[in-house]
């Protein structure tokens, strides 16, 4: 039996949604008997913890879980045989250490320190296989300024961005306007390399525009300043594979408000056209869009996936303006919260089905790694010695 780490939680402003995205993962991983699952929780001091009890959601909404966490502590870990071993101390004086034995990770880790490329950098040093992107391909999509830039060097239309640092922000503060350019109000203001909807504003004028910069950089060094796109509707695409690519229906999210914000994310449930009574979204699979539309975000979704070399699991959002039908490119995130579970569902993939597709993927990705040369055996040193007789 193959055992996968869930690793979740983690020092970012997206932990929660971590936590929900692993909650999820672990209840398709129950159909599949093949698999042992070991939850490993990361809390928001990096300090990092597995047991069987962690892949309840309960655990973790008592407001007393951090107290209980003590016992589930891992106080040491090493890299063997491609496994990654976990160790934590057992509880009573004479309690032998528990440990386990990871073959693949499965990283449930959204923002920094887990989406970024840091831990899959950890599981490269390791040398055990991991689900989803490499180190650069996470890299590259966590920031989106360096997104855009990519995507504008091949030819994929984005909005129009200007972007501000922490620097620029302070010195422009007796003439805040000159911040946004040449792109008119009203505009949206957002941290480079955060998701789930969080640090984003929408401005009218240079009030709110001073207001929304001072909160992007609690999150972040870098702003982006953005266009509006008028007219708009929202459309998410999927990509799942390494070699061969499969794509999903294009999901348009129909929400309360001037954009997706956390809540329409996170708490609704997603499917065809449902709706929850306190929610502020309603999610329609396939989204309402002409074929040549459909056809349009789903090739370009899988341009986006080969340009930056990814793997696993993305996902594309686009911007489209019905009234002059013309389409954006928003922004790519290589670990979509629950893995957008729903709209695989309503493509004809399960998400048991989508799990094991994805652990394949990485056992793919990990033996083509295997055969490269990462070794050279040179005679520098033997020639050193000479040298220095």
Not at 278 to 295: D, F, M, V
Not at 359 to 380: C, G, H, M, Q, T
Request: charged share 25%.
């Amino acid at each position: 039996m193959q055992s996968i780490g869930i690793f979740f939680g983690s020092r970012s402003p997206e932990h929660d949604i971590s936590i929900i995205t692993a909650m999820r993962v672990i209840e398709g991983f129950k159909s599949l008997s093949a698999y042992s699952i070991i939850p490993v929780y990361i809390n928001k001091r990096s300090e990092w913890f597995f047991g069987s009890e962690l892949a309840d959601v309960s655990f973790f909404q008592n407001p007393q879980f951090e107290n209980r966490l003590q016992k589930y502590a891992v106080n040491s870990f090493a890299f063997k045989n491609s496994r990654l071993i976990l160790q934590k101390s057992g509880s009573g004086i004479f309690a032998r250490k528990k440990s386990a034995a990871i073959d693949v990770a499965f990283p449930c880790l959204h923002g920094s320190f887990g989406e970024d490329g840091t831990i899959q950098g950890l599981f490269e040093i390791a040398g055990i296989p991991y689900v989803g992107c490499s180190v650069r391909a996470s890299a590259i999509a966590m920031s989106k300024i360096h997104t855009r830039r990519l995507l504008r060097d091949a030819g994929i239309t984005s909005v129009r961005t200007r972007e501000v640092s922490k620097e620029e922000f302070f010195a422009a503060k007796e003439n805040i306007g000159k911040l946004h350019g040449d792109i008119p109000y009203p505009i949206f203001v957002k941290p480079n390399a955060l998701g789930s909807s969080i640090g984003i504003s929408r401005v009218a004028n240079d009030k709110e525009l001073e207001w929304a910069l001072e909160v992007v950089f609690q999150f972040d060094a870098l702003a982006l300043i953005e266009e509006e796109v008028r007219n708009l509707k929202e459309i998410n695409v999927l990509v799942i594979g390494h070699k061969d690519l499969t794509v999903s229906l294009p999901h348009e999210p129909v929400h309360h408000g001037a954009f997706q914000d956390f809540e329409a994310k996170y708490l609704i449930k997603g499917g065809t056209i449902r709706q929850e009574k306190s929610s502020k979204s309603t999610s329609i699979i396939p989204a309402r869009i002409p074929p040549q539309t459909t056809r349009d975000v789903q090739e370009i979704s899988r341009r986006v996936f080969r340009l930056i070399d990814a793997s696993g699991i993305m996902r594309c959002e686009f911007l489209y303006d019905t009234a002059a039908q013309k389409l954006f490119l928003g922004e790519i995130n290589t670990l979509p919260g629950t893995l957008y579970a729903h709209v695989w569902e309503a493509s004809g993939i399960p998400l048991p089905q989508l799990l094991k597709k994805l652990l394949e993927y990485a056992e793919e990705r990990f033996e083509e790694e295997r055969k490269l040369i990462r070794v050279f055996n040179s005679s520098v040193l033997k020639i050193l010695r000479l040298i220095w007789r």
